[in-house]
């Protein structure tokens, strides 16, 4: 059972550039989000999925777009990548009872020139 | 939406003392609180959670007590150890908010030894 994958852990881009982060899940929950953490900021909220088919934005969702074709993958496109997009980006599931915790991939760190 | 804010934002105990970390929320209809710490390089990691029809709960050397009159709720650990050190995270979740989980600041809790 591997929880939540993200790939890739580490990625350099430069400004202009677009790249997808990879997040799948094993545990058949309906429900996965994207997150970004900046230092002092805590994690916020980009965009979350409560099921196949159906997504929405969070808090900071500019610049990034989200799809759920599957229940298991919910990737996260940067269209055009940005210095201010520079941030650890984590990917979380939650069960579909609502258990109330989040199961957050390892992360990933992305940096743009 | 709702905010969270969470004090202080770095928090330096001997090891063996207590430890205080507290958090607010804005939304009244918030209805569960969990906290999550997250070591260096690691992915946040759920340690304890309280819902609003509980005013305490403890696990071993942590607590979580809530308070939803002043919407404020604080994490304890006691006998603190060097392996406690971290960053600690609260979150509240609303039903104004769609179940998302809103996340304070952080705090950086070193024990020293």
């Not at chain 2, 979580?64 to 971290?86: C, R, Y």
């Amino acid at each position: 059972n591997a929880g939540v994958t993200q790939t890739p852990k580490f990625q350099v881009l430069k400004t202009g550039q677009s790249m997808t982060l990879q997040c799948a899940q094993d545990m058949n929950h309906e429900y996965m989000s994207w997150y970004r953490q900046d230092p002092g900021m805590g994690l916020r909220l980009i965009h979350y999925s409560v099921g196949a088919g159906i997504t929405d934005q969070g808090e900071v969702p500019n610049g990034y777009n989200v799809s759920r074709s599957t229940t298991e993958d919910f990737p996260l496109r940067l269209l055009s990548a940005a210095p201010s997009q520079t941030s650890v980006y984590f990917c979380a599931s939650e069960g579909t009872a609502f258990t109330g915790e989040l199961f957050f991939g390892e992360g990933s760190r992305l940096t743009v020139l | 939406g709702e905010n969270v804010e969470q004090h202080p934002s770095t928090l330096s105990v001997q090891e063996g003392d207590s430890a205080v970390i507290k958090c607010t929320y804005s939304d009244s209809a918030s209805n569960y609180f969990p906290w999550y710490k997250q070591e260096l390089g690691k992915r946040p990691q759920l340690i304890i959670d309280i819902r609003s029809n509980v005013g305490e709960k403890k696990d071993q050397r942590i607590a979580v007590t809530l308070n939803k009159t002043a919407k404020h709720f604080s994490l304890h650990i006691t006998e603190t150890q060097p392996e406690d050190s971290a960053v600690y995270f609260c979150a509240a979740i609303s039903d104004n908010y769609g179940q998302n989980f809103v996340f304070g600041p952080g705090t950086r809790l070193s024990v020293l030894p």
